[in-house]
């Protein structure tokens, strides 16, 4: 199979990598770390960064909120939502760890404050 030709050949930038068919983590978890990050996050901001839609996200909801993993609170015409880390993950294989070690190991880091320049 021929790689396909460089930017000096074509002019053109490579284009970008394909979109993964697949992921580590489910949406469940998605939403998890979408609602951890903003509590007051609608469910169309959601759908947008987990990329299902808003009626997907209405059902993850409602299963985590059976679940106990989420509660809802009603704010005016608002959600704001809690997330229990203290939870512990579903799946028999990991039930030994907590919703929230998973959620730490993949937030974004917050950016360290910078240093005094002495």
């Known amino acids: 199979m021929?790689?396909?030709?460089?930017?000096?050949?074509?002019?053109r930038p490579p284009?970008?990598?394909p979109t993964p068919t697949w992921t580590f983590l489910t949406n469940h978890a998605h939403v998890l770390l979408c609602l951890s990050l903003d509590a007051e996050a609608r469910v169309r901001e959601v759908a947008e960064r987990v990329g299902i839609t808003?009626?997907?996200?209405?059902?993850?909801?409602?299963?985590?909120?059976?679940g106990g993993y989420v509660t809802r609170?009603?704010?005016?015409?608002?959600n704001r939502y809690a997330v229990h880390?203290?939870?512990?993950?579903?799946?028999?294989?990991?039930?030994?760890?907590?919703?929230?070690?998973i959620l730490a190991l993949?937030?974004?880091?917050?950016r360290a404050p910078a240093r005094p320049t002495r």
């Open 73 to 78: 609170e009603r704010d005016g015409r608002r």
């Open 54 to 66: 808003e009626r997907a996200v209405h059902r993850i909801l409602a299963e985590l909120e059976a």
């Open 85 to 101: 880390g203290e939870l512990p993950l579903r799946h028999p294989i990991e039930r030994h760890r907590r919703v929230r070690e």
């Open 106 to 110: 993949v937030a974004p880091r917050a």
């Open 15 to 17: 284009a970008p990598p």
């Open 2 to 11: 021929k790689p396909p030709p460089s930017r000096a050949v074509t002019g």
